[in-house]
């Protein structure tokens, strides 16, 4: 089975610090990880993905997310929070070559950034 | 640009009605997903398709629950009769048959049951 936690419910940031959001992954065999963003009423946007090679992934909005097969982490980063940044943020993951094709999503964080 | 169109927006029902809800994915895609958000749950598997046969429907309700792809650009969720603890974010995704794809979701149909 696989699954994703995400630890924290809700990051305060103040804009322009750097910002992390957290994210780790339980599969059997190698995941493909993705994030996602929701504004309010809103349906989710994707941000990015890692599916093999580099595991700094950069992605829409100036966002990147590291990937950590040791410690099973793909933590979402952006340099410099922008308060249009403060949504609800979701990390997925999909288990590679198992056909299946559903995403297994964490349980949310939301990030405030403050101005 | 390419979406997943999800109809109604918005439905308020009152208790033991009927509700259906509506998903066009986009063209071209063969995987189809519906996912309930709530506060406490998050984000729910309900069902999904490929090639508009349902693979999995485990985390669908089966007693009032029942999704169904009449056609390549129509998915339809269905709940008879409904209950007050339906209320959720209904959404729809679609995407190409490929595990390094990220899936496309719709707006969501947000479902008030009275």
């Known amino acids: 089975a696989q699954s994703v936690a995400q630890p924290e419910d809700q990051v305060n940031v103040a804009e322009g610090n750097p910002l992390t959001v957290k994210c780790t992954y339980s599969?059997?065999?190698?995941?493909?990880l993705f994030w996602y963003v929701q504004y309010p009423n809103r349906g989710l946007q994707f941000l990015l993905k890692?599916?093999?090679?580099?595991?700094l992934v950069k992605g829409s909005y100036g966002f990147e997310a590291e990937f950590n097969k040791s410690q099973t982490s793909f933590h979402l980063k952006k340099p410099s929070a922008l308060v249009s940044d403060s949504a609800l943020y979701f990390c997925?993951?999909?288990?590679?070559?198992?056909?299946?094709?559903?995403?297994?999503f964490g349980s949310g964080t939301r990030l405030q950034v403050q101005p | 640009d390419a979406r997943v169109t999800q109809t109604p927006r918005d439905k308020v029902t009152e208790m033991g009605q009927e509700v259906t809800m509506r998903c066009q994915p986009i063209?071209?895609?063969?995987?189809v997903f519906w996912y309930r958000q709530t506060m406490m749950q998050g984000l729910e598997l309900l069902a999904y398709?490929?090639?508009?046969?349902?693979?999995?429907d485990s985390g669908m309700p089966k007693d009032r629950f029942s999704a169904e792809m009449p056609d390549a650009t129509l998915a339809t969720l269905k709940i008879q009769p409904s209950e007050p603890r339906d209320s959720a974010v209904y959404f729809c995704?679609?995407?190409?048959?490929?595990?390094?794809?990220?899936?496309?979701f719709g707006q969501g149909t947000r479902l008030t049951v009275v």
């Open positions: 890692y599916i093999t090679g580099d595991n």
């Open positions: 063209l071209g895609h063969n995987t």
């Open positions: 398709f490929r090639n508009r046969a349902p693979l999995d």
């Open positions: 997925a993951v999909r288990e590679e070559d198992t056909g299946r094709r559903a995403l297994t």
């Open positions: 599969v059997s065999g190698n995941p493909y």
């Open positions: 995704a679609s995407g190409p048959d490929s595990g390094r794809t990220e899936a496309f």
